[in-house]
T-cell receptor, first 115, second 114 residues
């Protein structure tokens, strides 16, 4: 079974600084997708970034980038130039490439941005 | 349009009531999902519909009854719920083929069972 682990229940970052959120996963599959979702206090889950396992290049979306280490089964999220609006719960999620469509979520990291 | 809508936003119901949660998307997605989320926890998958057919039921009690009337709509019928069923119920949708498998989530329905 796939498991996703986020070992940092809470993190904080100073506004305009950079923070990295950690995620590791366990799978025997070679092809899969990884995602970071953000859930602000208003509760809507928003996709931040995704990574296809077959791609060696790390995904980037504006201030958000990932460090995908397939052999180590690690998928960290880096947020640069942190803004107050980045404060949220961040969930790492795994999806198999074929078969069932469901996501496997980590337990989440609550990010606080300090003005 | 990348929007998934859910109604109602909030729902309070007694243990003997029958109510329904509704979810709608117009992105042409053929997979739709129901999740239950407790405070400070990740979403827990309840049901998956693929091409309007139930493909995954994660051993959810029968007091939760999903329905997919068409490719844009997803309902969750509630009956004889327990206080521990109080949670945020999230709906999501996604494509079923191609490279973009990400799920798009609705804002959720906050359910309180009294």
């Amino acid at each position: 079974a796939q498991t996703v682990t986020q070992s940092q229940p809470e993190m904080s970052v100073q506004e305009a600084e950079t923070v990295t959120l950690s995620c590791t996963y366990d799978t025997s599959e070679s092809d899969y997708y990884l995602f970071w979702y953000k859930q602000p206090p208003s509760r809507q889950m928003i996709l931040v970034i995704r990574q296809e396992a077959y791609k060696q290049q790390n995904a980037t979306e504006n201030r958000f980038s990932v460090n995908f280490q397939k052999a180590a089964k690690s998928f960290s999220l880096k947020i640069s130039d942190s803004q107050l609006g980045d404060a949220a719960m961040y969930f790492c999620a795994y999806r198999r490439e074929t078969g069932a469509n469901n996501l496997f979520f980590g337990t989440g990291t609550r990010l606080t941005v300090i003005p | 349009d990348t929007e998934v809508t859910q109604t109602p936003k909030h729902l309070v119901m007694g243990m003997t009531n029958k109510k329904s949660l509704k979810c709608e998307q117009h992105m042409g997605h053929r997979a739709m999902y129901w999740y239950k989320q407790k405070a400070k926890k990740p979403p827990e998958l309840m049901f998956v519909y693929s091409y309007e057919k139930l493909s995954i039921n994660e051993s959810v009690p029968s007091r939760f009854s999903p329905e997919c009337p068409n490719s844009s709509l997803l309902n969750l019928h509630l009956h004889a719920l327990q206080p521990e069923d109080s949670a945020l119920y999230l709906c999501a949708s996604s494509r079923t083929s191609g490279s973009s498998y990400e799920q798009y989530f609705g804002p959720g329905t906050r359910l309180t069972v009294t």
